[in-house]
């Protein structure tokens, strides 16, 4: 039974804190800013060696700062971070204790260990192979070994989750059904458990490979497990981050969902196909019948797709509804207008929604039609997308919700909260234009994970246009924007940590779940049309997606007869 | 129940509240807008020109090079740069085998405008990107697998394959050429 002594009540918010789970979202939330720096770092290095009037890094630099970079955002940043959700949201919003904290701390180690193990022998020159390392290029053993250690680290964790909401359950420390943000964030923990089982699947017998235990592994093979657990990682990072949109907009408007059972259905969408969606990496590969490629891009993708459609209107939707009964009424946009813009927890959120729709969401549905593919494969086109996903999306939401958590966890005040409030805009643009530019330079034919665009001295090159050069030395001046702004984030949160100010225990809430007025008129939604500003919002989405997807089709057609 | 949130447990008949007439509205332009992309691409599976589906079949690196040795000493037109790169004329409807290996392609094809060639694209090493530049036309080298397309040039002109998919410390060295002409 949970022991009262083990517990604090958060003065500000009036949450009930589990402590041993509290030091463990503590720990598992600094490893992650900690990799967001060093991958950063090296996320601008590169970036600076592919605007070409700079062109910083030599060669064999270039390739390993990519190879790092991948690593410790995409894979560490990005997870250790969903860690802390886990736990965040498992023992606090369910107001329950956590399941064996001290696997909790085996888990940490392991990931830990794996992520420093990995960087050493990616820094060392060994395992220049890039993070999804198709064989048969190979890495020194220690990399795989250190990306299995990690992932079993995190499958433990997504195991102490799904323990501590059986023990919520058990003790009845909430009543009915989960809220919706923790029932998100498990449908996130399971689809974590079938990617981590997929990577195991191929990364164990590619260890073994390295070691020369085992003879063979088939490259094609290869590209397909990997991406079952690429692909499914980006899922969970979909789910995690719409737990959080959804769970900002309660804690900064009181907003409760338009639907309870049209935004669990949503998140429930994600898992119907989730095995398969990985196919769509495959598109511009041998292999794979017209009729398998077909029905993984669009039964696998598309049920997905419309989950995140969903999403894209009932979380503006939410934060509108509540936002009008408040009194902001008028016209179609006074509820937006009037949020709080200068607050980096709204700013933060609402413009991860907007750009990883806008940019995120439109490339990505057209990228991965299956002809279409071919014209983008591998060009920057690809980290362009995705760029638009997981770093003005997934990683923005992240820092808004750091923004919430700090003074919560850490009972400080924000550091320098000027420059926190820039550091959501700066990052947010700044990777929302180097994604842009990415793209454009792709769609002309840039090769992506390139040192030299100028074929330098080599009998057979050519140049590329005026404006391929333009776009990419504008991804470099944006590149810089978002990484200065992913340091006055890092700078925030280490200075809150360590020198913020502390917070008086009876200090007025700062942000509040139960602080902000609540909704009451659950289920009485009158006609239904109580967000037309979101439904205008997804309309203008909708004709910019369809606008852009059949410009692409026309742009396939002046091709190459290829069949 | 008065504070239900997102962050709270739904009141307890969430599951039997009606949807608001604005969701369903959204919900079904959505869907049908993937059903519409799922006939898309059946559509152009029928009636468009561009589809990279194609064949594949397994093969040996040491069987594929021989292939491509074979044509090279067939079709030799003229060699290129101090290199020595072999310029390829394969016969309209033949057999254009594109070897790809650390760093560099074995031809470079000669093609006649508007004529129909069989590419066989395939790596003897490591995995490697078909880049056909400045038309844009990406595929995967996957060493192993001979990927076979049916190749309709519709312009004339000097093309570039670059390298675009990571194969080693000098992947940014890997460019060749290609030709159409009438
Ligand atoms: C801090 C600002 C960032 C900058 C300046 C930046 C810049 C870049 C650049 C220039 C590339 C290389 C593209 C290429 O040549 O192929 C790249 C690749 C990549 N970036 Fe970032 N990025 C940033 C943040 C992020 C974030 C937040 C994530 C994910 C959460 C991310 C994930 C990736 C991944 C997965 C790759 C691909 C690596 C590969 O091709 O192996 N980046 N980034
Ligand atoms: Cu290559
Ligand atoms: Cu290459």
Request: charged share 10%; hydrophobic share 50%.
């Amino acid at each position: 039974m949970s022991n009262d002594s083990e517990f604090r009540t958060c003065p500000d918010t009036g949450l009930r804190i589990h402590l041993p789970a509290e030091k463990l979202m503590k720990a598992n939330a600094v490893a992650a800013v900690v990799f967001l720096l060093i991958g950063g770092l090296f996320g601008l290095a590169v970036a600076l060696t592919r605007w070409p009037a700079v062109h910083l890094l030599p060669a064999e630099w270039f390739y390993i700062a990519l190879t790092a970079h991948g690593t410790d955002i995409l894979v560490v940043w990005i997870i250790f971070f969903e860690m802390a959700v886990l736990y965040f949201t498992s023992t606090v919003l369910l107001n329950s204790r956590m399941a064996t904290p001290k696997v909790g701390w085996v888990a940490f180690a392991l990931m830990l260990g794996g992520a420093v193990m990995a960087n050493v022998v990616i820094l060392d020159g060994s395992s220049t192979v890039m993070f999804t390392s198709y064989p048969p290029l190979k890495a020194n053993p220690l990399f795989y070994l250190g990306l299995i250690l990690f992932a079993v680290g995190a499958l433990l964790v997504c195991f102490i989750f799904l323990g501590t909401l059986v023990i919520a359950k058990q003790e009845k420390t909430y009543e009915g059904s989960l809220p919706l943000v923790v029932f998100g964030a498990l449908i996130a923990a399971i689809i974590a458990i079938f990617t981590i089982a997929s990577g195991a699947i191929i990364l164990i017998p590619t260890l073994l490979w390295s070691l020369g235990l085992v003879g063979n592994i088939d490259p094609q093979m290869y590209r397909l497990v990997w991406w079952a657990f690429g692909h499914s990682s980006q899922q969970i990072n979909m789910a995690a981050q719409i737990a959080i949109w959804y769970g900002i907009a309660a804690l900064l408007f009181g907003a409760k969902p338009l639907s309870e059972k049209v935004s669990r259905m949503a998140f429930f969408l994600y898992l119907l196909a989730l095995q398969l969606g990985s196919a769509h990496h495959l598109l511009s590969d041998p292999g794979g019948s017209m009729s398998f490629r077909v029905f993984n891009t669009s039964y696998a993708m598309y049920i997905a797709v419309l989950g995140s459609m969903i999403h894209a209107f009932t979380i503006p939707g939410s934060i509108e509804a509540a936002q009008r009964e408040k009194g902001l009424n008028n016209g179609l946009f006074e509820w937006l207008r009037k949020a709080p813009w200068g607050n980096p927890v709204f700013s933060g959120m609402f413009l991860s929604l907007v750009l990883f729709g806008f940019i995120g969401g439109i490339t990505g549905v057209t990228m991965s039609v299956q002809q279409i593919n071919m014209i983008i494969h591998n060009t920057t086109y690809v980290p362009g997308h995705f760029h638009g996903t997981v770093a003005a999306g997934t990683t923005l939401a992240f820092m808004a919700l750091t923004y919430w958590l700090l003074p919560v966890l850490w009972r400080r005040d924000v550091f320098m909260p000027k420059v926190a409030q820039w550091s959501t805009w700066m990052f947010g643009l700044g990777m929302g234009g180097f994604a842009i530019f990415f793209m454009a330079a792709g769609h002309l034919g840039v090769a992506r994970r390139h040192w030299d665009m100028t074929f330098a001295g080599n009998p057979l090159g050519f140049e590329y246009s005026a404006t391929v050069y333009l776009f990419m030395g504008a991804s470099g001046i944006t590149a810089v924007i978002g990484s200065l702004g992913a340091l006055a984030y890092i700078l925030c949160t280490v200075g809150t940590i360590l020198i913020g100010k502390r917070r008086p225990d009876d200090a007025a809430p700062a942000v509040s779940p139960e602080g902000v007025e609540a909704i009451t008129s659950y289920g009485n939604r009158g006609k239904g049309w109580e967000a037309p500003g979101s439904l205008v919002l997804v309309a203008v989405f909708m004709v910019f997606l369809v606008v852009y997807y059949f410009a692409n089709w026309k742009y396939l057609g002046s091709v190459w007869g290829i069949r | 129940m008065s504070t239900h949130n997102t962050l709270t447990p739904p009141p307890n008949d969430w599951w039997r509240h009606p949807i608001g007439r604005d969701e369903v509205l959204w919900i079904s332009i959505a869907a049908a807008w993937c059903v519409i992309m799922t006939f898309m691409m059946v559509y152009w599976y029928f009636a468009g020109n561009q589809n990279q589906a194609g064949e594949a079949y397994r093969i040996s690196p040491e069987a594929f090079a021989a292939k491509a040795d074979e044509m090279v000493d067939k079709y030799t037109i003229r060699t290129e740069t101090e290199l020595e790169v072999p310029v390829v004329a394969v016969p309209p409807g033949g057999d254009v085998y594109i070897v790809s290996s650390q760093y560099q392609w074995n031809v470079i094809p000669e093609l006649k405008l508007g004529e129909t060639y069989r590419f066989h694209l395939s790596s003897v090493d490591v995995n490697h990107g078909f880049s056909l530049q400045p038309i844009n036309v990406n595929l995967q080298l996957v060493p192993g697998y001979d990927y076979v397309l049916n190749f309709t040039p519709n312009a004339v002109g000097e093309y570039n394959m670059v390298c675009n998919e990571y194969c080693g410390l000098a992947h940014h060295v890997m460019v060749g050429r290609l030709y159409v002409v009438e």
